[in-house]
């Protein structure tokens, strides 16, 4: 699926690039295309920053495409399909290690949390993890950050994913929620807006979230392949540059104020229910204050990797991370 985005207001291009046609106006400015691991309110930054027109002040024309999943987007970002991949960071550990001739690099940090939450079948109000021993649990594919995270919760509360409950991987990424209303699973890993349609419907009920569970984890980053960092520095310093009006905003205003920005991109929903999910992600302090993926985040990264038995080796943070545009954006 294709989200086309026209980021072109005619009063802010009389502004920057005065009154001509809007051929001439739309040709001052760079085409970019975005390949997002997830149309999800997850990453509501993001979303303002187009919706309030930032790419468009630092001269990008912006198309979104929707992956649905990490291994499409970094397939789209290495094919040139793409050219900004945002998903887990994990691909590009797992795309470094192929030994590729072009492999990818981490160029921003958008979310310091899990995105997704644990949905049980009954309403739980005391909620323990241990309560998932035995269980049968829809879970994220293998290899995924949502299930890595998951992995890393379950042993963090001395549960063994393997030998103590049931997680099956089968189902296609954005496939789980409608998948759990018709079969026998006790408990659904699920993002937003899933989790909270679940509970609408009266068929499931989130018991926990996995981002607060987990701590600061680097779930989502933005990359691109290395020869497009090259050959486009001016391009990726314009697109951090939006990001982070994205981020200022989400830090200053309210999550009504953050709802009412972004509701165009989820028309599907309510504005009330986009509410009440950007509330849940504003709580758990889900968004950084800037774009900056610091090593310490990138370690943390490898380690979880590790647990799960998904590390091919460990990789140089200096190969796989630029903090170039992030600091000045952040400046």
């Not at 049931?166 to 018709?182: E, K, P, Y």
């Not at 509701?263 to 950084?288: G, N």
Request: negative net charge; glycine residues 8%.
């Amino acid at each position: 699926m294709k989200k086309w985005i026209s980021l072109l207001l005619t009063g802010v291009l009389c502004l920057t690039a005065g009154c001509g046609s809007g051929q001439e106006q739309s040709a001052e400015l760079t085409p970019v295309t975005l390949n997002e691991v997830a149309h999800s309110i997850f990453y509501a930054p993001q979303y303002v920053a187009i919706e309030n027109g930032y790419f468009a002040e630092e001269g990008i024309d912006l198309t979104l495409v929707t992956g649905f999943g990490a291994d499409k987007v970094a397939t789209a970002l290495v094919s040139g399909e793409a050219d900004i991949g945002f998903m887990g960071s994990e691909s590009s550990i797992y795309i470094y290690n192929q030994n590729p001739d072009d492999y990818i690099v981490n160029f921003a940090q958008l979310t310091q949390r899990a995105g997704n939450f644990l949905v049980a079948r009954e309403p739980m109000d005391d909620f323990r993890w241990e309560d998932l021993k035995g269980s049968y649990v829809l879970g994220g594919r293998k290899g995924g950050m949502p299930q890595m995270v998951f992995e890393f919760i379950l042993k963090k509360n001395n549960i063994d994913p393997a030998a103590d409950l049931s997680i099956d991987q089968s189902i296609d990424f954005g496939s789980t929620a409608a998948a759990f209303t018709g079969n026998d699973a006790e408990f659904t890993v699920e993002f937003e807006p899933s989790a909270t349609a679940l509970e609408t419907e009266g068929v499931g009920y989130v018991v926990a979230s996995l981002g607060e569970a987990s701590g600061y984890v680097p779930y989502t980053a933005y990359s691109v392949k290395q020869s497009y960092l090259a050959e486009h520095p001016d391009v990726l310093q314009a697109f951090t540059n939006a990001l982070q009006k994205g981020m200022d905003y989400v830090q200053s205003h309210t999550p009504e104020e953050i709802a009412k920005v972004i509701q165009p991109q989820f028309e599907e929903t309510d504005l009330d229910t986009i509410t009440k999910i950007v509330t849940r992600y504003y709580e758990q302090d889900t968004w950084k204050d800037n774009l900056v993926f610091e090593k310490e985040s990138f370690d943390l990264l490898q380690n979880i990797l590790q647990e799960a038995g998904e590390l091919p080796a460990w990789t140089p943070y200096e190969n796989l991370v630029n903090t170039e545009f992030a600091v000045k954006a952040a400046e």
